[in-house]
């Protein structure tokens, strides 16, 4: 049964129709027609997790071809962690349209985090075709949200009355039982990279302890397994509070490969980020996760490093500074008063539609150039000159002029425009030419080709190709058989093969071959038989010694040699 709350509604609208439009242009009117249903005494605008499952049944019901709800997976005890996804053709992967991952609620007493997830959706969904934004997203993005990782953990801290901030436990870990009469363990100590390297805790009352072992907990493997068998390029991970928008890597002060686009996203999201909040520590800080000390086993460094995705974690409302009633009991920072809610989802979806608009190419934000060879590696004879096409792409958020310069082998003659000019968004080819001198021996020889920004000199971009110079003297057995190693020879005619491949430039060289056959002993081999073919061969049956042919094959004449 699904009862309207049309104060929340109310709520909901009244602060709609004050809202900042961001950049990304929200409409005034974001939500309608809330849906919920209560499962405890409590009766605030806060899901509990029998609340949040009836409201996102009853979403998927409604937008039955823009929602899909499916469980990643269970808790222990036995909780199912909901995912929706929302998107046009949502029931089908639609591999040319980027995935975005958002989630809440690591940490059982972060209510707001549920919040700002579950809105999110609301937002998309019932502004589909009236809103451009939304409609963009739903038709060319596939947004998964998973509102609750922990509802073990939030069912506990919500104690009897589920969704009254006044019953709240203070509760953060999940529920596991550490059978030593403490329960729970930190999820976001719990992942699988870098595990336990830095700010660790083994203590199983610890707030953050980290678990017996990496992905010891249903609720992170849920959370693995559903990021490995999807292609998200951007997460979101909402957490509170403090009002930080936070990076890779947090085990560790060192930067993350991917330092530019992170933190430049990072700032992006916190510029698109509103404070109809209130807050007086707004605008949110963008930062490194490990920020004044470093901890390991977190969900973002292991998203990013495994697999890549753009892993930020947002730190809500209210921030340091913030105080009044709002935050004073019977609230605190992690429940804070009912009315601050939508104001904080409201403040936080543009920094959502920030990410989920660039997840087609996060380099858009940044000065940024692609170059790809063809062929990136090739065989060029001494004395001649092979061609690269090398494709310049300039998918950088301008257009620019790039230096183009190269380093090789010394000797090699590289020639190549010395700048291109790119507009943004722009594509052309250039040819590389190599020379190679008539001197050089053979072997794989590696050149760079560097793209570097007139604009923006800390934008540059390298890519390399192979010159593959031949010997032209080489020779190789490729094969022979028989071999026999620590064995024994019957008595009478053995046929022994090898077969000889020109691996060199030059055509019908005359490779010297030696055969030698050595009695095998208890000290060291013996030879009994050696023959360098540049006399005669009078001691070998040859078959089909032709040199126009790359093989050629002898036999030991029995009659001689029996026995050997
Ligand atoms: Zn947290």
Redesign the pocket.
């Known amino acids: 049964m699904i009862s309207m709350r049309f104060s929340r509604w109310a709520f909901a609208l009244s602060v709609g129709l004050l809202l900042i439009v961001s950049s990304f242009g929200l409409p005034a009117s974001i939500f309608a027609e809330p849906v919920q249903e209560e499962t405890k005494a409590g009766n605030t605008i806060y899901h509990d997790y029998g609340e949040l499952t009836a409201d996102l049944q009853a979403i998927e019901f409604a937008y039955p071809l823009l929602t899909k709800l499916e469980s990643i997976g269970q808790t222990w005890e036995g909780r199912e962690i909901w995912a929706m996804k929302i998107s046009d053709n949502v029931d089908i992967e639609e591999p040319d349209e980027p995935e975005l991952f958002f989630n809440g609620c690591?940490?059982a007493r972060?209510w707001l985090t549920v919040e700002v997830c579950y809105w999110f959706i609301i937002y998309l969904v019932e502004n589909y075709t009236s809103d451009p934004t939304a409609t963009y997203l739903i038709e060319n993005r596939q947004i998964w949200v998973v509102p609750m990782v922990n509802p073990d953990g939030r069912e506990y801290d919500g104690g009897a009355q589920g969704d009254e901030p006044s019953s709240y436990q203070n509760w953060?870990k999940n529920r596991r039982n550490n059978g030593d009469g403490t329960f729970g363990v930190d999820l976001?100590r719990n992942y699988g990279y870098m595990w336990g390297v830095s700010g660790a805790c083994s203590d199983t009352s610890s707030e953050v302890y980290g678990g017996p072992s990496e992905f010891s907990e249903p609720e992170s493997q849920a959370c693995r397994d559903f990021a490995r068998n999807h292609s998200f390029v951007g997460s979101i991970s909402f957490?509170?509070h403090s009002m930080l928008i936070l990076w890779p890597w947090g085990w560790s002060f060192e930067e993350p490969p991917d330092n530019e686009v992170l933190s430049t996203l990072g700032v992006e999201m916190s510029n698109n980020i509103t404070n109809l909040a209130g807050s007086s520590s707004w605008p949110y800080t963008p930062e490194q996760a490990c920020g004044l000390y470093p901890t390991s086993g977190g969900d973002i460094d292991w998203l990013y490093g495994e697999l890549g995705i753009l892993a930020y974690v947002t730190e809500l409302y209210p921030g340091g500074s913030d105080g009044g009633a709002a935050i004073s009991a019977p609230y605190n920072r992690f429940h804070p008063r009912e009315d601050k809610v939508i104001p904080v989802v409201l403040d936080n979806i543009p920094g959502m539609v920030c990410m989920s608009m660039i997840a087609d190419n996060p380099n858009q934000i940044i000065d940024h150039i692609v170059l790809t060879p063809n062929p990136d590696s090739q065989l060029i004879n001494q004395d001649t000159t092979g061609y690269y096409m090398i494709t310049a792409h300039n998918d950088g958020k301008r257009t620019d002029t790039f230096d183009i310069t190269s380093s090789g082998p010394s000797g090699m003659t590289i020639n190549h425009p010395n700048a291109i000019n790119l507009l943004k968004g722009g594509s052309m080819n250039f040819t590389l030419d190599v020379t190679v001198p008539a001197f050089y021996i053979g072997g794989d020889y590696t050149i760079w080709i560097n793209a570097t920004s007139q604009t923006n000199p800390s934008c540059h971009y390298g890519t390399q190709v192979t010159v593959t110079v031949p010997f032209y003297y080489d020779t190789a057995i490729v094969s022979h058989s028989p071999f026999v190693e620590n064995g024994q020879y019957p008595q009478g005619s053995i046929d022994m093969t090898a077969e000889v491949m020109n691996l060199g430039q030059a055509d019908l060289d005359p490779f010297n071959l030696t055969c030698t056959i050595s009695q095998m002993g208890a000290s060291l081999p013996n030879p009994v038989f050696t023959e360098d073919f540049e006399t005669d061969l009078s001691q070998w049956t040859i078959h089909d010694h032709d040199q126009s042919q790359s093989s050629s094959e002898w036999k030991l004449d029995p009659a001689a040699h029996n026995g050997v």
């Open positions: 690591h940490h972060e953060r976001n957490h509170s």
